[in-house]
């Protein structure tokens, strides 16, 4: 069984479109996270949600739009792509997000392409 | 935002070889995590660190939370191909709540 599962793996899209990439966990964690991971590997935090609540969000375009039915699932959608958007997107969830002895456990990736 | 130096950026070793890499930082962190990436893959944790000074080892692997809070390694002993990969250390400072700082990664190449 995957643990944080996250669609699709790979997306390919032109300039201007609005996509959606979702992400679902079955660890039962109260958090879950959205990363991107630039051409260099650096990750970096994009959104946070506890228990379908915002509480990290980083300098981020507001083109991204982080949605939370519940606290099992956090999709990522994007308006107007533009080319900087190509990365990996990596959803991640953790027990509680109190920052107290956590451990991030990672989707496999989406790899996202802007042409 | 807040940097982990990490080193070394990458390493081309020998099958066998011991490794070892570090992550430094100006701040205090109460957590360090070690982190693995296959190609294709998200990143997989591999030892957690919660106490100054502990060590802990899972199989070949040995990581160390440093005695001033502020620095981790991660040591990998008696290489095997299937350890290429990028090695990342990640810290939770004491006020970042949950956010998780990331090292820029260590791009480890085992020959057989």
């Known amino acids: 069984d995957t643990a944080v599962s996250q669609t699709p793996k790979y997306l390919v899209t032109q300039m201007g479109n609005d996509k959606s990439i979702k992400c679902e966990q079955n660890?039962?964690?109260?958090?879950m996270y959205w990363y991107k991971q630039d051409s260099k590997k650096f990750l970096k935090i994009m959104f946070s949600?506890?228990?379908?609540?915002?509480?990290i969000n980083e300098t981020v375009p507001n083109r991204f739009s982080p949605k939370s039915p519940d606290k099992a699932h956090l999709n990522l959608h994007i308006n107007s792509l533009e080319l900087g958007d190509s990365a990996v997107y990596f959803c991640?969830?953790?027990?509680?997000?109190?920052?107290?002895?956590?451990?991030?456990?990672f989707g496999s990736g989406t790899q996202l392409s802007v042409l | 935002g807040q940097q982990l130096n990490q080193s070394p950026q990458s390493m081309f070793i020998q099958e066998g070889e011991d490794v070892s890499m570090n992550c430094t930082s100006s701040?205090?962190?109460?957590?360090w995590l070690w982190y693995k990436q296959d190609p294709g893959e998200g990143p997989v944790l591999l030892i957690a660190?919660?106490?100054?000074?502990e060590l802990t080892s899972n199989g070949r692997l040995t990581a160390q939370f440093g005695i001033t809070r502020k620095d981790s390694f991660l040591n990998i002993s008696a290489s095997i191909p299937s350890d290429v990969g990028i090695y990342f250390c990640?810290?939770?400072?004491?006020?970042?709540?949950?956010?998780?700082?990331f090292g820029e990664g260590t791009q480890l190449t085992v020959n057989p």
């Open positions: 991640a969830s953790s027990l509680l997000g109190t920052g107290t002895n956590e451990k991030l456990f």
């Open positions: 660890l039962g964690h109260d958090t």
């Open positions: 949600y506890n228990n379908k609540e915002l509480i």
């Open positions: 701040s205090i962190f109460n957590t």
């Open positions: 660190l919660y106490k100054a000074g």
């Open positions: 990640a810290g939770q400072l004491r006020t970042s709540g949950s956010r998780l700082t």
